[in-house]
């Protein structure tokens, strides 16, 4: 079974760049979730979706950051314009056991210069 | 709010010793679910095990085990056996109910083990 797929994997992009990632879920779980990852600040919460629909947004930095799930297979994080200080890995999990283990993918590195 | 908080942050075992990585939490939720994770220098964020707060015995997957004491608010994890490629780090999750998926997991600031040969 094919398991939480990201894309780009690593991202390379200029300060005022928009930058995209992309999540592809496990087929069958309904709940996504988007994390940052940083030395400073460690794994940080920024959204998270129930059944396509946004259910907590308060961990997204600044209104820079956005996010969508179109439907049940695909979610896009979206920074606009990107800062230096996002820098980090991203990552999206995905859950659909009872027990609420979340299921990662393996990371967005993202450098902005 | 709920908190992890893992005061190693760094810890070294002997290859086939066992180690225990601590974890403590806080919340006021009366069902929860605690979770291990691990995360090697590749990057990638492996589940290790779960244990949920109403669960009357500790959990165990293979060489992991679950300490789990309710009244004190800890979640160690047991690694038995040490292994060279248990080198990684080690981060310790929650969530806000216990037994029922859809919720996130806060994570704490992990302890990064090396096993030495």
């Known amino acids: 079974d094919a398991g939480v797929i990201q894309s780009p994997r690593h991202e390379v992009t200029e300060m005022g760049q928009e930058v995209t990632l992309r999540c592809k879920p496990i087929?069958?779980?309904?709940?996504l979730f988007w994390y940052r990852q940083t030395m400073m600040r460690g794994l940080e919460l920024l959204i998270y979706?129930?059944?396509?629909?946004?259910?907590?947004d308060s961990g997204m930095p600044e209104d820079r950051f956005s996010a969508k799930m179109p439907n049940a297979s695909f979610s896009t994080l979206k920074i606009q314009p990107s800062e230096p200080r996002d820098s980090a890995v991203y990552f999206c999990?995905?859950?659909?056991?009872?027990?609420?283990?979340?299921?990662f993918g393996e990371g967005s590195r993202l450098t902005v210069l | 709010a709920q908190k992890i908080t893992q005061t190693q942050p760094g810890m070294f075992v002997q290859e086939k010793e066992a180690v225990t990585l601590d974890c403590t939490y806080d919340?006021?939720?009366?069902?929860?679910?605690l979770f291990w994770y691990k995360q090697p220098s590749s990057g990638e964020m492996i589940f290790l095990i779960y244990?949920?707060?109403?669960?009357?015995q500790n959990a165990t997957e293979g060489r992991y085990s679950l300490n789990f004491q309710k009244a004190r608010k800890s979640a160690n994890l047991v690694i038995s056996a040490s292994q060279l490629g248990d080198s990684a780090m080690y981060f310790c999750?929650?969530?806000?109910?216990?037994?029922?998926?859809?919720?996130?997991?806060?994570f704490g600031k992990g302890t990064r083990l090396s096993v030495i040969a």
């Open positions: 999990a995905s859950s659909g056991g009872a027990d609420g283990e979340l299921f």
């Open positions: 087929s069958g779980h309904n709940s």
């Open positions: 979706f129930n059944n396509n629909v946004p259910i907590d």
């Open positions: 919340t006021s939720d009366p069902s929860y679910g």
């Open positions: 244990q949920g707060s109403y669960d009357q």
């Open positions: 999750a929650m969530s806000a109910a216990s037994h029922s998926g859809n919720t996130p997991l806060v």
